[in-house]
């Protein structure tokens, strides 16, 4: 079932069409397919049928309230990496008992407030970080549990940025270091040992880098039990990848990666936590956009967008590909040029895409969206060069609701003030 899809000419997200929203609301925007969250939720979900898991979304990839809502809603938990993204999964109704906290850079406070909340685990990446956790759950006579993140040294991901698994990237500890620290960590006061944890990635395509991950975590849990270490959790981390390059279902990818943890981790009767962000989210959303300018200057045809790098930073950061198409379709598609697509931002990088295929006679005012942008697209966005911040619409069925307002430039000099020194004229 496709969400976003052309009825005629003119592109609908369910059952709306997309122009009638522009009507309301001034591009660019992000827009949501509530429907095909869902959908990606509940595919999971059934595939894992058998085992024990939690799908801990990630909430990184797109933390809007109403987001999250519908994945808590569909039994999702959630894996954080910072206190206000703990706050945003526990007011969208995500079970304390299904919330994983991430990351290399936990500070005492976020801590704390994760230790009140009581979540189900810590992914402790460094000794400091669990002698400080130790100490905050003594002064607060609470329990920590944790597990470590293992550092498995595996090359993986689509992007040497978004790679984490190798033993150069800031993640994770090594298995040899993560022995000694276990045990350490079985005599520390307040610190409750419940699991071992890994991230490889994101955007993986291949199931060998998954294969040789699972494998390294699964024997490297079985050795702490035998040394006495009771390991209730493997979180296998997130990293799924999708399909940027055109609409071809990779489903397939889902289930041969779904197969692989049935078959490593199913007669080791742990509960398995997934943290799956990219996957669920990416193609549930797109970002609308309007074209400002056209320019033709040293051989490129360059259509400038209202949409920059500000909005979507996944091109300029991660070299990311996205396909950019109109919203009414043109009926000859046969007179197209190729263009950069840049954005307003004042910055060389502010390029949505090298090359795209669009229509000649396309111009000033045009509807254009940029495709599967739904995960780490307006999570990631600014106000660099003092933009607004684009709204967010939720479409379910023929409705459509603002989920997010657009946040201009007043809204945040709000903040601002003038030092004194400065007020006289
Ligand atoms: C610790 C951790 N878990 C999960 C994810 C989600 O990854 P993805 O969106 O590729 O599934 C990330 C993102 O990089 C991460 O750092």
Known sequence: MKYFKYKGKNLFCEKKRVLDICKNIETPFYLYSYNSIVNNFSKLKKALKGINAIIAFSVKANSNLSILKTLAKCGAGADIV????LKKALEAGIPNN????SGVGKSKEEMAFALENKIEQFNVESLEELYTLSSIAKKKNNLAKIALRINPDIIAGGHPKISTGKKTDKFGISINDAHKIYDLAKNLKNIKVVGVDIHIGSQILKILPFKRAFKKVLSFSNDLEKKGHNIKNIDIGGGIGVNYSNDKDIDSFLYEYVDLIKNTFIKSNKT???EPGRYLLANCGI????????KYSENKNFLILDAGMNNL???????AKHIIKPLIKEVQTNDCLDYEVVGPICETADILSKESHLAKNISQGDYLFIDKVGAYGSAMSSCYNSKDLASEILVK????YEIKKRIKTEDLTKFESIAPWLRKN
């Open 98 to 101: 299904k919330i994983v906290y």
């Open 397 to 400: 069925d023929e409705k459509f």
């Open 313 to 319: 930073m996944r091109p300029a950061l991660y070299d």
């Open 272 to 274: 398995i936590i997934l």
């Open 287 to 294: 970002l609308v956009t309007k074209v400002l300018f056209k």
């Open 82 to 85: 910072s206190m206000g993204e």
